[in-house]
């Protein structure tokens, strides 16, 4: 079955999904990249071309392969256009509903022996499947941000997620040069079940006045050694993305260390998502930036 993985569609061209598009067609598949409307695919494929340069310049990667990859990498604005695809990674926004709706509808068109994945990073892989025809056909595939640079991704199977279908995806995995950790399909899995908490906490030591935004971030890089401060990290991946895992752990696991901090919910209804919408803990609009808090 791993072998017959030749032709990879990704619902979504936002950050993962041209994240995965990007990995997907230099490791030598030909990709389809959905999403609603041309100028979204415009701007994807604008950054997957600017990432493939940066590897160029780097000399990660050649010329020649930029050039093959981003040939491999077609467009779609429906789901029609994934219809001859062997496997389907959703990379859309983390909320159930928006997730189930677009199974139901890819699985209108996908042909019967096609695989679908779910790049959820918190959401029951198994009730996610029991949305489509397939179940047994039906995976988690929980890259992470950014997709060409982090070395790790999680597979998570579903309960009735076959054998073959397992391989299939470890398969694919193993071909695009990242290392695998296998999760049970628990909420948020392995990474975001340790990660989201300890972010969330942060958030926590910024609401009661603990520190303020620089020192919570200057700490933890400089005290425990991460790359990026929780706060920092944050707004990397998206407040609104940090709501909604830890959601997923408060309602799933049914605990109160997971109910996400009031400061987090305030900052999301604000509209301030991080990095995307250029604030969050940090304000992005000028030449650097500058803390919220």
């Not at 389809?32 to 994807?44: E, G, H, I, P, Y």
């Not at 494929?45 to 000399?59: D, E, F, P, T, Y």
Request: one cysteine or more; proline letters at 4%.
């Amino acid at each position: 079955m791993a072998a017959m993985i030749r032709k990879v569609g990704v619902i979504g061209s936002g950050q993962m999904g041209n994240g995965i598009a990007h990995v997907a067609a230099l490791a030598g598949f030909d990709v389809v990249l959905n999403d609603l409307s041309s100028d979204q695919l415009k701007s994807a494929m604008a950054i997957i071309n600017g990432n493939l340069s940066r590897q160029v310049s780097k000399k990660i990667i050649t010329e020649d392969a930029r050039d093959k990859a981003l040939a491999r990498i077609g467009q779609t604005e429906s789901l029609e256009g994934l219809a001859d695809c062997d496997l389907v990674i959703e990379t859309a926004v983390e909320k159930e509903e928006v997730k189930r709706k677009i199974f139901h509808d890819l699985c209108a068109v996908l042909k019967p022996e096609a695989i679908i994945a779910s790049n959820t990073s918190s959401i029951s892989i198994t009730r996610l499947a029991s949305s489509t025809d397939r179940p047994e056909r039906f995976i988690g595939i929980h890259f992470m941000n950014p997709v060409p640079l982090m070395e790790l991704v999680e597979l998570i199977r579903g309960i009735a997620t076959d054998d073959a279908t397992f391989d299939a995806a470890k398969a694919f995995v193993g071909r695009l040069g990242k290392q695998i950790a296998v999760s049970e399909d628990f909420p948020a899995f392995i990474v975001n079940r340790i990660l989201l908490p300890m972010i969330n906490e942060a958030i926590y030591t910024l609401y009661e006045g603990v520190g303020n935004v620089e020192a919570i971030d200057a700490a933890m890089r400089l005290g425990a050694h991460h790359p990026m401060g929780p706060l920092e990290l944050a707004d990397f991946i998206g407040l609104d993305t940090c709501l909604s895992i830890m959601q997923v752990l408060h309602e799933g696991l049914a605990d109160s260390k997971y109910r996400p901090c009031p400061l987090l919910v305030k900052y999301v209804e604000a509209g301030w998502l991080g990095r995307k919408s250029q604030r969050g803990f940090y304000d992005y609009r000028g030449e650097k930036p500058v803390p919220t808090r």
